[in-house]
C-alpha cells in the first residue's frame, strides 16, 4: 500500500507510522528521517537544506519533494510505502501526485489521525524530558515518574522543552491548520481520506487504523 499519514502535532504519527510499517511490511518515509540521512550523507540535497537552515529559513518545498522522490525511487519501497511528515502543503500534495503518475502508481489511502486540541495541548505540555538522556522520556499524567522533576532511570533532572509550552503547541496547531490541514481537503476530493480516533492505547489505536485501511483498500 501507498499511504500518506496526516494528524496535528501530538496525535502519536512519528508512534503509529512505525507500527503501521511494520505490519503493512512497507517502509516508514519521515521527513525528519529524510533531512537527517541527506545532511549527515552530505549529499547535494542535504547540503541544500543545511544552507537555508543554518540561515534560520524554511527548506523550500523543491528541496524538500526531491529528497521525497529520492526515497521513493529505492527498492525497499517499490511495492508501497507509508509517508509521515510528507506532504506538508498543498503544493506539495500535488507534486506527489505527479511524481507518483509519472511511475504509474496512486496512492490508496491518506489516514487522518483525529485529536481534540485540548487533548493535544495536554499530550505535548505534559512532557518532561531528563536533562541526561533524552531517550528517558515522562509525562505529569500518562507517565508520571515515582518523584516529581526526577528520572526514574537514572535520577537525571526532568524539564519542559521551550517547544512544549502551551503556548508553543497552540502556535505548532494554528500552523498546522493553516498549512497541513488543507491537504486533508484536497486528498478528500479524490476519495481517498479514511479518519480516525487517535485517543486511547497505542495499540488500540494502531488496530483502529489497520482496520480502517483494510475496508479502503477492499473498497
Do not use: W
Request: aromatic share 6%.
Amino acid at each position: 500500500m501507498r499511504i500518506v499519514l496526516v494528524g496535528p502535532p501530538g496525535a502519536g504519527k512519528g508512534t503509529q507510522a512505525a507500527f503501521l510499517a511494520k505490519n503493512l511490511s512497507i517502509p516508514h518515509i519521515s521527513t525528519g528521517d529524510l533531512f537527517r540521512a541527506n545532511i549527515s550523507q552530505g549529499t547535494d540535497l542535504g547540503k541544500q537544506a543545511r544552507s537555508y537552515m543554518d540561515a534560520g529559513q524554511l527548506v523550500p518545498d523543491e528541496v524538500t519533494n526531491a529528497m521525497a522522490e529520492d526515497r521513493m525511487s529505492q527498492a525497499d519501497a517499490e511495492h508501497g510505502f507509508l509517508l509521515d511528515g510528507f506532504p506538508r502543503n498543498v503544493g506539495q500534495a500535488v507534486t506527489l501526485d505527479e511524481m507518483l503518475r509519472t511511475k504509474g502508481v496512486v496512492l490508496d489511502a491518506v489516514l487522518d489521525l483525529e485529536v481534540p486540541e485540548d487533548e493535544v495541548v495536554k499530550r505535548i505540555a505534559g512532557r518532561r524530558i531528563c536533562r541526561n538522556d533524552s531517550a528517558h522520556v515522562f509525562h505529569v499524567t500518562y507517565n508520571p515518574p515515582k518523584a516529581e522533576g526526577v528520572c526514574d532511570a537514572c535520577g537525571g533532572e526532568l524539564y519542559q522543552r521551550d517547544d512544549d509550552t502551551e503556548e508553543t503547541v497552540r502556535t505548532r496547531l494554528e500552523v498546522y491548520h493553516t498549512q497541513t490541514e488543507p491537504i486533508i481537503d484536497y486528498y478528500r476530493s479524490q476519495g481517498l481520506v479514511v479518519t480516525i480516533s487517535a485517543l486511547g492505547k497505542v495499540t488500540e489505536v494502531t488496530e483502529r487504523a489497520m482496520e480502517a485501511l483494510k475496508k479502503s483498500d477492499e473498497g
